[in-house]
């Protein structure tokens, strides 16, 4: 096919992405879906390899194009099905991302599949927000291995209630689900569309050429980086169960434009919640190597042909089940993405940014009591790191999130809390040539009891600079005047405030 053909088709696949997203978000209840925008969405082959995706969540989709393969051969699929699951071990990332998938058939033959996944702030678990301080994979909420909510157009209403008895906010919960199933039905409608129109055999050969032109793309960038091993590593701050200073450790070796990362000599999964599957490793791989890609570089399969990984199983980025995961999703797929363009920035440092903040800043809070039942879960914003043409972006999300950020008038109206402070964090940015980001400062104040849970990094060690440029400030918790480790769970008392400061990025160059 044409160059004009084949970018119709990949713009035509990509808007049904786009339109999957816009249901998702519009249909859904809860301000982490609707407002923060913590979703993502996917279309993938008829072998589950990924064909197109919107822009959503790099963690999300990432780890989605990596291990839905493995998903789909598990159970025997017809139409009208769809599968629902959030085993970080079965294809998910942690317990509160929840996927589901549908097949597409046209006329009685599998052409691929259509998938989203969103992120619930209630999913059961022993604390509110479902992002415990845990030890163990079952503490962290409801666990759902493979399975069909969804049979021959029929849901099992049995199946779904026993999910939605696990979450405190039944109606809320219903209705997210609920818009996932829609988000799914419209996206199998418009893939038939595209399919019918085009007929069945040139949809193949278009996606066989979409994956081509991804491949080469890809080469053409990856020809950039000069053949040879490139070392590096960074560590946690710690794991929440008196584990610090944990190592991750990568070799990129690269080859004619092929490349190979190796996690050897990364630290084995801890007893502290920020082990990983490898599917979410794949993911921050994947993110760092597509930044370098021609922005027309299409979504799909192709364009990670050239690059493999592994990691020795047991180690915290290929833990073994039940080790707890819910923050390594969040905040070790961050400090793997710093791992990356650490390596690189040997050999392409003019193409490199300076670490950016190193963390998603989990805040989960709420209260299940009698009277009294909310979960409201939170990342914030953070320094992006400086690079040879600037100054690194401030108060953003960086690479492996996304999502906005509750807006303060949907948060008070949800959730009994008032915020009295939000802010640039001035002069946390690691100076240089050119600047790193500056983070931001969030305080809350409680309007009744509630029970808190923080999950982040960079709060021992700060965001790197590059090439002479000064490191960033590191964050900082603060509970009513007393200054909180990076990772804890504790009870707070209406009328108290809680204060988050956020990393800033590294500078860029000497001063």
């Not at 996917?42 to 989709?61: S, T």
């Not at 058939?105 to 479902?130: C, E, F, M, T, W």
Request: proline share 4%; charged share 20%; glycine share 10%.
């Amino acid at each position: 096919m044409d160059a004009i053909e084949l970018s119709i088709f990949s713009s035509r696949i990509a808007a049904i992405c786009d339109e999957m997203g816009a249901v998702l978000q519009r249909a859904s209840f809860s301000p982490n879906i609707k407002d923060r925008l913590d979703f993502s969405c996917a279309i993938f082959d008829a072998e589950g390899e990924l064909c197109a995706q919107a822009a959503h969540i790099p963690v999300h989709l990432g780890s989605m194009a990596y291990a839905l393969k493995g998903v789909i051969d598990l159970v025997n699929w017809s139409a009208g099905d769809m599968l629902i699951f959030n085993d970080p071990y079965l294809g998910g990332t942690h317990l509160p991302d929840v996927t589901v998938v549908a097949p597409v058939y046209s006329q009685n033959k599998l052409v691929g599949y259509v998938a989203n996944r969103a992120h619930h702030a209630d999913i059961g678990g022993s604390a509110p927000g479902s992002m415990p301080i845990s030890r163990e994979l079952s503490e962290e909420g409801m666990i759902i291995p493979p399975s069909f909510l969804i049979k021959h157009g029929k849901l099992d209403q049995s199946f779904f209630d026993s999910i939605l008895k696990n979450i405190a906010n039944i109606s809320q919960g219903q209705g997210d689900f609920s818009a996932q199933i829609s988000a799914n039905l419209l996206g199998v409608e418009r893939l038939v569309e595209l399919v019918n129109n085009s007929g069945l055999t040139m949809f193949k050969k278009s996606i066989n050429a979409l994956n081509d032109y991804a491949e080469r793309l890809a080469q053409t960038a990856l020809t950039e980086i000069p053949d040879g091993d490139y070392y590096f590593s960074d560590v946690m701050d710690d794991d929440g169960c008196g584990h610090r200073d944990i190592i991750i450790q990568a070799h990129i070796s690269v080859i004619d434009h092929y490349i190979n990362v190796d996690f050897t000599g990364t630290a084995n999964q801890v007893s502290g919640n920020i082990n990983c599957p490898l599917s979410v490793a794949a993911a921050a791989v994947y993110y760092v190597f597509r930044c370098l890609m021609p922005p027309q570089t299409p979504a799909c399969a192709g364009s990670f042909r050239s690059i493999k990984l592994s990691a020795p199983e047991g180690c915290l980025l290929n833990a073994n089940r039940p080790a707890a995961v819910a923050a390594g999703n969040v905040e070790t797929s961050t400090r793997v993405v710093d791992v990356i363009m650490g390596a690189l920035a040997q050999a392409i440092p003019e193409r490199l940014s300076a670490a950016s903040q190193g963390s998603m800043n989990n805040i989960a809070m709420g209260a299940r009591t009698s009277s009294k039942n909310w979960d409201y879960y939170e990342t914030m914003g953070g320094g992006m790191g400086a690079h040879r043409r600037g100054d690194g972006l401030s108060a953003v999300q960086t690479h492996m999130t996304n999502t906005l950020n509750t807006p303060v008038e949907s948060l008070e109206i949800h959730y009994p809390l008032r915020i009295t402070r939000y802010e640039i964090r001035e002069k946390s940015g690691g100076p240089g040539e050119h600047f790193g980001g500056n983070g931001l400062i969030r305080e809350f104040e409680f309007l009744d009891d509630a029970q808190v849970t923080l999950l982040t990094e960079r709060r021992s060690h700060a965001a790197w600079g590059i090439n002479g440029g000064e490191n960033g400030l590191k964050g900082e918790n603060w509970y009513d005047g007393e200054k909180m480790v990076s990772k804890t769970n504790f009870h707070v008392q209406a009328g108290k405030k809680l204060t988050i400061k956020t990393p800033g990025g590294g500078g860029y160059g000497k001063h």
